[in-house]
């Protein structure tokens, strides 16, 4: 079955540090991935998606995310988070001819000032 | 308007009752999902809307659960007999239509969400 797991469930780091969050999904074919954030009361924001090409794929605050398909990864990175990163983040997944997106169960990321 | 509206951003319902939460689409998107988010369970996709038919209700948990859409654009799901487990966040969203063809999917653009308590 389709499927998209995070390792992690909380992540709690300093301002500054650097930040990957893993990702990977289990799908055949063509498939195209996104991270979406949620701020603390907000609503979900795409960050950054890939569809082709490039593996390295940049975003939205200075997050990046590699997609390595020998893997099944497309783990999301920072090189020095902020406080203003702390928020929910989800990985997405979307192929074949389904209209959905398969999420990830988030990761929780808290950065201390 | 300029993103997804959903309404209520809150209700708080008894067991037993119905409910319905509405959600407005971006103009122009003919895709529209609905998601329900858990404690714990991260987003469960519910059902799939193209235009006005329901090609995926795959998600849907339980026949108590029912969606529609009109006109291409405003949805509304349905919950009846509500239990406690329906207690989450139901989230909407829409997007232009998917190339599949072409291997692209389109951005899905979220809703603010409606936060479903069953008492």
């Known amino acids: 079955a389709q499927s998209v797991s995070q390792h992690n469930h909380h992540v709690i780091l300093s301002e500054a540090a650097s930040l990957e969050l893993g990702c990977n999904y289990s799908?055949?074919?063509?498939?195209?991935l996104f991270w979406y954030v949620q701020y603390p009361g907000q609503h979900l924001q795409l960050l950054l998606k890939?569809?082709?090409?490039?593996?390295l794929v940049k975003g939205i605050k200075g997050f990046e995310a590699e997609f390595i398909k020998s893997k099944f990864s497309f783990n999301l990175r920072k090189p020095s988070v902020q406080w203003s990163d702390t928020a929910e983040y989800f990985c997405?997944?979307?192929?074949?001819?389904?209209?959905?997106?398969?999420f990830g169960k988030g990761t929780k990321l808290s950065v201390k000032p | 308007g300029a993103g997804v509206s959903q309404s209520p951003s809150n209700k708080v319902t008894e067991k037993g009752k119905d409910v319905e939460l509405r959600c407005d689409p971006i103009?122009?998107?003919?895709?529209l999902y609905w998601y329900r988010q858990s404690l714990g369970q991260g987003l469960e996709f519910l059902i799939y809307?193209?235009?006005?038919?329901?090609?995926?209700k795959s998600g849907l948990p339980s026949d108590r659960f029912s969606a529609e859409r009109t006109g291409g654009s405003v949805s509304t799901l349905t919950i009846q007999r509500t239990q406690q487990e329906d207690s989450a966040v139901y989230l909407c969203?829409?997007?232009?239509?998917?190339?599949?063809?072409?291997?692209?999917?389109?951005?899905?653009?979220f809703g603010p969400g409606t936060r479903l308590t069953v008492l």
């Open positions: 969203a829409s997007s232009l239509v998917d190339n599949l063809a072409g291997g692209y999917y389109n951005e899905q653009f």
């Open positions: 799908y055949g074919g063509t498939v195209n």
């Open positions: 890939y569809f082709s090409g490039d593996p």
């Open positions: 997405a997944a979307k192929g074949g001819s389904q209209g959905n997106l398969i």
């Open positions: 103009s122009g998107h003919t895709a």
């Open positions: 809307f193209q235009g006005n038919s329901a090609p995926d």
